[in-house]
Nanobody, 115 residues
């Protein structure tokens, strides 16, 4: 059974930094793509950043220049370095792994940015 486990969330002041990590277990394959999504209270889940197995990245406009996604493909691990955090970045952040036609999700980690 595939499990995605996030870590690294927490409370930080505006302008601060956090680094999220997500490790997958139970896989015998390498994800085609991995990514981070977030959901703020009362809002829909939205894409934050994705990275392909070839290293190609995609970012939401709201985080470009502030967040950096990276991955360790051999370990099916993905990271999100978040700098210059803003109160509007407050949300539950979810890790995602895509393989074939399936998506795998973590349980989420809370990121709270105080003003």
């Amino acid at each position: 059974q595939v499990r995605m486990v996030e870590s690294g969330g927490g409370l930080v002041q505006a302008g601060g930094s956090l680094k999220l990590a997500c490790a997958a277990s139970g896989t015998i394959f390498r994800f085609n793509a991995m990514g981070w999504y977030r959901q703020a209270p009362g809002k829909q889940r939205e894409l934050v950043a994705t990275i392909t197995s070839g290293g190609g990245t995609n970012y939401a406009d709201s985080v470009k220049g502030r967040f950096t996604i990276s991955r360790d493909g051999a370990k099916n691990t993905v990271y999100l370095q978040m700098n210059s955090l803003k109160p509007e970045d407050t949300a539950v952040y979810y890790c995602n792994g895509a393989y074939s036609r399936a998506d795998y999700w973590g349980q989420g980690t809370q990121v709270t940015v105080s003003s």
